[in-house]
């Protein structure tokens, strides 16, 4: 697993440095426009003289959060123009490429070949794809969404409905993030409150200090 990670990195790497591109994190509104928005970015883009830009939603985040990817100009338009497309916050992300857009169809091939090699077994627990928020079905399903997920838009805000999906009345598991910051934690705050009263974070370096003491 840890091997697949690698060669998938190194080839989304590569994939990067071909063509000048980002990541914009966006917060809207509700009369936010997020698809005319990439529009006008293309539109844009195309009257610079580059042909078949990239400018799409990469990363539903919650209500009213979205990522933004695709070329640098274009996201740099989005930037200039966000009043006009009622933006209330955009912030650049301190990545290298457009990730989870078709700019990263070179590294689609790499990872595909490296999974073919590898025995993937159906997992013991539920595990979600953010491919299309469902449930992981079988090997086959997982190794087709895994290499799936490189070109397409992260579904967290979906991912998050689904596994939270409860009938009326029952009560939401113990949620639990572990490691740095509590970034999911906040997501999942503004997914779902009733589910986000069960949360709790575990900071794996303060247990280690506090054992150390």
């Excluded at 997020?34 to 539903?60: F, M, W």
Aim: proline fraction near 5%; charge should be positive.
């Amino acid at each position: 697993a840890l091997y697949a990670v690698k060669v998938r990195a190194e080839a989304m790497q590569r994939a990067a440095e071909a063509v000048p591109s980002g990541m914009l994190s966006v917060l809207g509104r509700r009369e936010t426009n997020y698809q005319l928005a990439c529009l006008e970015a293309r539109e844009h883009c195309v009257s610079l003289g580059i042909k078949d830009p990239v400018c799409t939603i990469s990363n539903y985040l919650f209500p009213d959060s979205r990522v933004i990817a695709g070329h640098i100009q274009a996201l740099q338009f989005l930037q200039e123009n966000a009043r006009k497309f009622y933006f209330t916050r955009t912030k650049m992300l301190p990545v290298s490429g457009a990730f989870h857009t078709r700019l990263m169809e070179p590294a689609v091939e790499p990872l595909a070949e490296v999974l073919r090699s590898m025995e993937i077994q159906k997992p013991l627990l539920c595990v979600y794809s953010n491919v299309d928020g469902k449930k992981y079905m079988h090997s086959k399903h997982i190794e087709k969404l895994l290499v799936k997920q490189v070109v397409s838009p992260v579904l967290w805000e979906q991912t998050m409905h689904s596994v939270y999906e409860r009938k009326q009345g029952t009560e939401f598991p113990d949620t639990y993030e572990v490691g740095p910051g509590n970034q999911l934690g906040a997501i999942l705050r503004k997914c779902n409150l009733k589910a986000w009263k069960q949360y709790k974070h575990v900071d794996a370096l303060e247990d280690e200090d506090t054992a150390g003491t």
